[in-house]
């Protein structure tokens, strides 16, 4: 069964399994960024790994976006088809890569660009 929206080329089941996987990507890289603030928090500074830390943060909080943005486009049934030429993204594709906003097509254009 397909929920009739953009996403009727993924079944019911298939979402699921992607929203699972995203919640729990999202869950996990949360966890991480905290864990990396606390220690921003606790750190002087004095030490060579500020910088490491703060790069660190920026790539988790850079993670935490991405995911909960695509929570969002699968809220809102925008999930699962290219940014670019609006083709169905398929299934194996995004369960590899959850975070696929282009088909494979548009992304062997835009990588060899």
Do not use: N
Not at 81 to 101: N, Y
């Amino acid at each position: 069964m397909t929920d009739g929206h953009t996403t009727s080329h993924l079944s019911s089941v298939q979402l699921h399994a992607l929203r699972q996987d995203l919640l729990e990507q999202l869950e996990q890289r949360s966890r991480h960024l905290d864990g990396l603030r606390v220690q921003e928090r606790e750190s002087s500074g004095a030490d060579g790994t500020w910088q490491e830390l703060v790069v660190s943060i920026t790539a988790a909080e850079r993670a935490v976006a991405e995911l909960s943005h695509a929570c969002e486009r699968l809220a809102t049934d925008a999930y699962g088809h290219c940014t670019h030429c609006q083709a169905p993204i398929p299934f194996e594709r995004l369960k590899v890569r959850p975070l696929a906003r282009t088909c494979i097509d548009c992304q062997r254009r835009h990588e060899a660009a």
